[in-house]
């Protein structure tokens, strides 16, 4: 049952649940991103003898909040399903919102840095499944045949956050109170657990799939291939992302005319278009959608590698990169849980948590390729991971075609 079939449940109602959840989603955003531009405040804070010391050694030791959030989304992806699937699709994002509250709340007021990356670490632990079950219920909501427009409208809290909310808390917890900011990250996800306290949206229906679907059988087989590739794709560009400076000093000079906001800016407004646009063709061809954002990437990816003065061919390139992340999202939640079958709400956590593992993944291979051979090698990766992974995307699609093609032809006995 769908919420716009059911009479009970009104358009009103239906609004006030889909616009909770995108809080959720951008309180999600801006608490993840904000900590990377507040590392100096929180470092001044929390390891005080460090920095007068060994500045640099502290801001790399508190990046441990960046990359145990990044851990923590990625354990939560597989862990926090398995620990939830008995309940209810609102009780789990109950669960997933008040963890998320609690978390971060918390890690405002760490007395040390240990105590702190541990918090951001546990408050991760739902991120996957928050944004993959909220996906499918605003999905179901709009109606059965739009799971692709309904996991944009949910990533578009995230894509909204990095464009708009992070900047404006980075400025005001740039002075140096950085729990205040982190405090007001936690009190957006209050937005959804009232909405959903207060509200019932109307459960789905169990879904049938053979046991196979999720673990060792065909569909099995099929999911892990399909995580390869958004996770690759994923780790292309968010290298092309971690390391724009080096390669932006390379592409236009040192002191170029486009600035690293500028086109970080891009970036968002690539993300944004990709995402509203990945949600309407998920719901015509969720596979092609996930070509067309790997065919994007290896535009935009190659694009950074040339040197142009005016900056013109960074800025399209690194735009690019935010356009083929934001068509990706979409096209592979749809994916994710077309494959799995039965197992869907494990496969709702792997669209986030494939793609945070790509960050991830990214960000250690970019680094590599950086110390090892400079910024170019950065774009080269980019270029053969997300390559590569288109390449095996399409070797899904023929196989799929195949598949179906051979259906068809074979008698029926």
Do not use: K
Not at 40 to 65: C, K, W, Y
Not at 371 to 398: D, K, S
């Amino acid at each position: 049952m769908t919420g716009q079939h059911d009479p009970v449940w009104g358009r009103g109602r239906q609004v006030l649940i889909i616009a909770a959840l995108v809080v959720g989603s951008f309180g999600i955003g801006v608490s993840e991103f904000v900590v990377m531009g507040l590392l100096p405040q929180i470092a001044a804070d929390l390891e005080p003898e460090l920095v007068a010391t060994a500045p640099d050694a502290a801001l790399a030791l508190t990046g441990g909040l960046v990359w145990g959030y990044a851990l923590g989304v990625v354990v939560g992806m597989v862990v926090t399903p398995l620990l939830l699937r008995r309940l209810s699709e609102r009780r789990i994002l109950l669960v997933c919102g008040a963890a998320m509250l609690v978390g971060t709340a918390l890690t405002a007021m760490s007395p040390n840095l240990t105590v702190a990356i541990l918090l951001r670490f546990a408050a991760a632990l739902t991120h996957a499944s928050y944004v993959g079950i909220a996906s499918s219920l605003v999905g179901r909501l709009l109606g059965t045949t739009h799971q692709g427009r309904g996991a944009a409208i949910v990533v578009g809290g995230l894509s909204i956050a990095n464009l708009l909310g992070v900047p404006v808390l980075t400025a005001l917890g740039s002075g140096g109170n950085w729990r205040t900011v982190l405090v007001a990250c936690a009190v957006l996800f209050a937005a959804p657990v009232g909405a959903l306290w207060c509200l019932r949206p109307p459960e789905a229906h169990p879904r049938s799939g053979s046991p196979s679907a999720g673990r060792g059988g065909p569909g099995g087989r099929r999911i892990w291939v399909l995580a390869a590739v958004v996770t690759v794709i994923a780790s292309g560009c968010f290298a092309v992302t971690t390391f724009v400076a080096p390669l932006a000093d390379r592409a236009q000079g040192i002191d170029g005319p486009v600035p690293i906001s500028v086109l970080m800016l891009l970036f968002g407004i690539g993300m944004n278009l990709g995402n509203v646009g990945g949600g309407w063709s998920a719901d015509r061809s969720a596979e092609a959608t996930v070509l067309l954002s790997g065919a994007i990437g290896i535009v935009g990816a190659a694009a950074v590698l040339i040197p142009a003065a005016s900056g013109a061919t960074i800025g399209f390139g690194v735009c690019a990169i935010g356009l083929s992340l934001g068509l990706l999202t979409p096209g592979a939640q749809v994916l994710y849980v077309r494959t799995a079958g039965g197992e869907s709400r494990l496969a709702a956590s792997l669209a986030p948590g494939t793609i945070n593992l790509g960050s991830f993944l990214g960000a250690v291979v970019g680094g590599a390729g950086l110390a090892l051979a400079g910024p170019a090698a950065v774009g080269v990766l980019a270029v053969a991971c997300i390559g590569g992974a288109t390449a095996l995307q399409m070797l899904r699609v023929l196989q799929d075609r195949g598949a179906r093609t051979r259906a068809v032809r074979s008698p029926i006995r």
